[in-house]
């Protein structure tokens, strides 16, 4: 202990002493500003005499610092030691005076305050509250954390001239530290229990819950967020047999272990209790092999996880699902998958081994097969062995396979409407220049010099419309003339001209099944079907190059299709009923996997550049679904490929009930009289129809729209005979037929369209309307107001 005194004493002795000195220096003083020693002499007498009183007098009075005791550092020491919490005195200059042994323990030494082993932050808040102290004589700091350890700090100066800082660590009391237990029971010390598969709480001697984490509060309610503060934790739990609690909830649940901690010595004291899952009492398969042959006999795949997220078991089926390989089997369950799905495998894993009954399905990736996204089921088990989750996946391949398909019918859909629109606008284009081309070979003679070039034009004005055709059976809107007929009728016909067009070195073969019944087609159009698929074989063969047979061979095969064969194409997409089938294969080079899914698209092609449309293929395949059937594409690389068509057999009773027109004879000659409204809202084709009905010998009010041909019929006389187009703006040509039906009822109506007839006819429910397709010659817009007029 440090131990500081000052005391003043004094005597006459001393006054003297100071009275002479004093006395001597004025004298000088005196001397040397008069310069005579009798005043130098009388004036050192009176400062002696003067200094000598005062100094006595001082010296008799008492003073306050002579009366003032020494301080005893010792009683103050043993002061402070018989108190628990760490203190220190420090002095003016900061020098350390004392402290107890709490304070030598806390600060592991005898460090002076401020001046201790803190943290940036609490040794700046501990040297401002220390200056705060000198000032205002208290501070205070509500938390630092000394060696580890949170305490407050209080400061006070005291001592008897205010010259020292007694300085009080304050430590937390037992009442603080079970408070501050169940804080954190409740907050993230019970989540990072809950990981690790640990239910606690703290609850009162009674067993009233003071808090709990999540955990055990969602296994003991089946609840998630709920809570069990102030419940009878005894309430929510049952004892067994053989001395392990359950969940009262849930008593088929698994077995748990409970431990327990009192948190002080009274028995007024909390307890800390502990759950956790018994997995020893809750495993009666416990024998890993015992696990693998149950696992073997189920015939899902199916696999198990440990608490450490390793496999410990897994069937041939979870195996051949992911692609495992024997001699390797993965240690992880995000071994299977692609690196981007690691992640989001082990968080999910790792989720479910905290135990509870609970499940979820997670889209996966298998390294394997990274495009084709599987379902994993994961969930929390318990009775095998160490397992804790169990893994299985879910076969969701025809969810995928009517997922692509639904897809790419929306696709084909999609394009086959871009397509007729297409074809559409292009027909108007074509109709103009086909006229044109009409009317300029009507003033030029054969042996002329542009009647050539006049022709050449009008030929590909011709294979253009050949094109727009092709494009509208795609899109199942072209015009189709269907009959009753016999496949093998149809594939006789067209065998002659399949022949020349495979070549010699082609070989045709042609078979045909008996007893096959009827379909309802356009025969045309079933004989460029056979057409385009004999075509394309021998474009694959050719490809292929010469083999034992030549340039190789197509055989094409018509037959009754079966029930069976229907039910594995698959009922969803075609129903079950009586088919005719019509088979085309070809030993060529077969069809890629990744190409046959595109091969029906249109302008979708193998060829090289310039040898191909990319049509063949669409068009057969809107021809088939226009005339109500079904195609089918079969291939492996290199073995050919083969394409199989159903048509339903048509029944003979629907044919018999339509009674068939007998045919009309047509008048040699297109010329005619009367007057014809001519609604049309293509300038270019409106045009050239009204200068080709002139020709004709009508009379002729055009319009081009349906409101400007009801303001024409009011001025007008009643026209003979009303061509119009079908969409317009403004008003369309059916609304217009409509409206003048009103004021004509009996009056013909000849419709010019792009679109097929049959679609125009749905929307159209008119008697006595005739139908022109685009794009059309003249001399055929002339024959069709002829027949028109005729059949008025």
């Not at 304050?170 to 990072?192: F, K, M, N, W």
């Not at 698929?533 to 197509?554: F, Y």
């Not at 629907?654 to 293509?682: C, F, H, M, Q, Y």
């Not at 929307?763 to 003249?778: E, G, H, Q, R, T």
Request: charged residues 20%.
């Amino acid at each position: 202990m440090s131990e500081v005194n000052h005391s003043v004493t004094g005597g006459g002795r001393a006054a003297l002493l100071i009275a002479v000195a004093a006395g001597a220096v004025a004298g000088g003083i005196v001397l040397w500003l008069v310069g005579s020693v009798i005043v130098a002499a009388g004036f050192v007498a009176a400062a002696v005499i003067l200094t000598g009183v005062a100094l006595a007098i001082r010296t008799a009075l008492p003073t306050r610092t002579q009366e003032a005791p020494a301080t005893d550092w010792s009683l103050a020491a043993a002061l402070a030691g018989a108190n628990a919490d760490a203190v220190a005195v420090t002095g003016q200059s900061g020098h350390l005076v004392c402290a107890n042994e709490a304070y030598e323990a806390l600060c592991g030494g005898l460090a002076t305050p401020p001046g201790l082993a803190l943290a940036e932050p609490d040794l700046v808040a501990l040297t401002a509250a220390g200056r705060d102290a000198w000032r205002d004589g208290r501070a205070a700091l509500a938390r630092v954390e000394v060696a580890g350890t949170p305490v407050a700090v209080e400061i006070t100066r005291s001592g008897h001239a205010g010259d020292h800082l007694i300085w009080r660590f304050v430590g937390q009391r037992a009442g603080d530290t079970r408070q501050s237990l169940a804080r954190e029971i409740d907050g993230p010390l019970g989540d990072r229990l809950g990981e690790a598969g640990i239910m606690a709480a703290v609850m009162t001697p009674a067993g009233r819950v003071i808090a709990a984490n999540r955990v055990l509060a969602a296994r003991a309610t089946g609840q998630r967020n709920a809570s069990i503060e102030g419940q009878d934790l005894a309430q929510l739990l049952v004892g067994d047999p053989g001395g392990s609690v359950r969940f009262a909830r849930d008593e088929e649940a698994g077995p748990l272990r409970l431990l327990q901690v009192a948190l002080g010595s009274d028995q007024q004291s909390p307890v800390l209790v502990g759950l956790v899952d018994d997995l020893a009492a809750a495993s009666p398969v416990g024998d890993p092999q015992d696990v693998q042959t149950l696992l073997s006999i189920i015939p899902f795949g199916l696999a198990l996880v440990d608490r450490e997220g390793r496999f410990t078991a897994m069937n041939a089926a979870f195996a051949r699902m992911a692609g495992v390989e024997p001699s390797a089997p993965p240690l992880y369950p995000g071994d299977l998958v692609v690196r981007e799905d690691k992640a989001a495998v082990a968080d999910a894993v790792r989720r479910f081994t905290t135990g509870g009954a609970q499940s979820a399905d997670l889209a996966i990736r298998l390294k394997d097969h990274p495009d084709e996204p599987l379902a994993l089921s994961i969930a929390a088990t318990r009775g095998f062995g160490g397992a804790s989750v169990l893994l299985s996946f879910k076969d969701n391949g025809e969810e995928n396979r009517l997922k692509r398909e639904v897809a790419q019918a929306t696709k084909m859909q999609a394009v086959g409407q871009l397509a007729g629109g297409v074809a559409h606008d292009f027909n108007n284009i074509l109709t103009a220049i086909i006229g044109h081309c009409d009317l300029m070979l009507m003033r030029h003679s054969p042996g002329d010099s542009d009647y050539d070039d006049i022709q050449q034009i009008r030929a590909n004005s011709n294979r253009a419309a050949s094109l727009t055709r092709q494009l509208l059976a795609f899109s199942r809107q072209q015009t189709l003339r269907p009959q009753v007929l016999q496949l093998p009728d149809v594939v006789s016909e067209v065998s002659t001209l399949l022949r020349r067009l495979l070549g010699e070195t082609v070989v045709l073969e042609v078979k045909h099944g008996r007893d096959l019944g009827a379909v309802r087609a356009d025969p045309g159009q079933l004989e460029q079907v056979v057409v385009n698929l004999a075509v394309n074989a021998r474009d694959a063969m050719l490809a292929k190059g010469p083999s034992a047979t030549g340039g190789g061979r197509v055989t094409i095969q018509t037959r009754a299709a079966t029930i069976a064969e229907l039910r594995a194409r698959g009922t969803d997409i075609m129903p079950l009923g009586d088919y005719t089938a019509l088979e085309i294969a070809d030993t060529g080079t077969g069809i890629p996997p990744d190409v046959l899914p595109k091969i029906f698209e249109p302008f979708f092609t193998t060829k090289e550049v310039g040898k191909g449309t990319g049509l063949g293929l669409s068009t057969v395949y809107g021809i088939v679904k226009q005339s109500g059937g079904y195609i089918f594409a079969d291939s492996r690389p290199g073995q050919g490929a083969t394409f199989t068509i159903y048509f339903p057999v048509h029944a003979v009773g629907d044919e018999a009930a339509t009674p068939r027109k007998a045919p009309r004879t047509k008048p040699n000659d297109s010329w005619g009289s009367g007057t014809i409204l001519l609604v049309e809202d293509e300038d270019m084709v409106r045009a050239i129809a009204e200068r080709a009905l002139t020709r004709q010998g009508y009379t002729v009010l055009a319009a081009d729209h349906g409101e400007a041909a009801l303001e024409l019929l009011e001025t007008a006389e009643r026209p003979s005979l009303i061509v119009s187009d079908v969409m317009m703006p403004v008003m369309d040509g059916p609304t217009l037929a409509r409206a003048v039906r009103e004021r004509y009822p009996d009056i013909p109506i000849l419709f010019m369209s792009g679109y097929a007839e049959e679609q125009l006819r749905r929307s159209i429910d008119l008697d006595n309307v005739a139908f022109l397709p685009k794009p059309f010659s003249v001399q055929q817009l002339a024959e069709a107001a002829r027949d028109a007029l005729a059949s008025a």
